[in-house]
């Protein structure tokens, strides 16, 4: 009889610690759910869009709102660089699943690659950033 008691209870403490990790592995996979919810993932691309004309597009592919965007092209603020058109600018910020694009001035003396950095901040944190080299 204490055999079966034993047995009994070995079982039912096996199966605590069976449903006690089921339960920490879906609070884990609840806070990776919180955690990408509160990020965005912010990309650049640039694209030729007519003859000779060039835009270069910053896509959010994540699910959180990206604020105080900052583009550097070359170590450059956007604004400043040689491929910048006056009067366009991209917005500060950029909603989940958005994109936005601004016309850049290709020209002999300021061609691509370029290399870019995007700064900025989300609900997960403050001056995230994004380097790659742009090619058209």
């Not at 069976?18 to 920490?24: G, H, L, P, S, Y």
């Not at 030729?48 to 583009?71: C, D, F, M, Q, S």
Request: overall charge neutral; aromatic content about 6%; glycine content about 6%.
């Amino acid at each position: 009889m204490k055999i079966s008691v034993w047995k009994s209870s070995q079982a039912q403490r096996e199966a605590n610690a069976a449903q006690k990790r089921i339960v920490e592995i879906e609070e884990q996979r609840e806070r990776e759910k919180l955690f990408e919810a509160k990020q965005d993932n912010l990309r650049p691309e640039l694209r030729k869009v007519e003859r000779g004309t060039y835009r270069l597009y910053l896509i959010n592919h994540g699910k959180a709102e990206a604020r105080n965007i900052r583009i550097k092209l070359d170590g450059t603020p956007l604004a400043e660089h040689c491929a910048a058109v006056q009067n366009d600018r991209m917005p500060a910020f950029l909603g989940p699943g958005a994109e936005c694009s601004v016309l850049l001035a290709i020209s002999s003396g300021c061609v691509p690659p370029f290399e870019i950095e995007i700064t900025w901040d989300d609900d997960y944190g403050t001056d995230r950033t994004y380097r790659t080299t742009l090619t058209p």
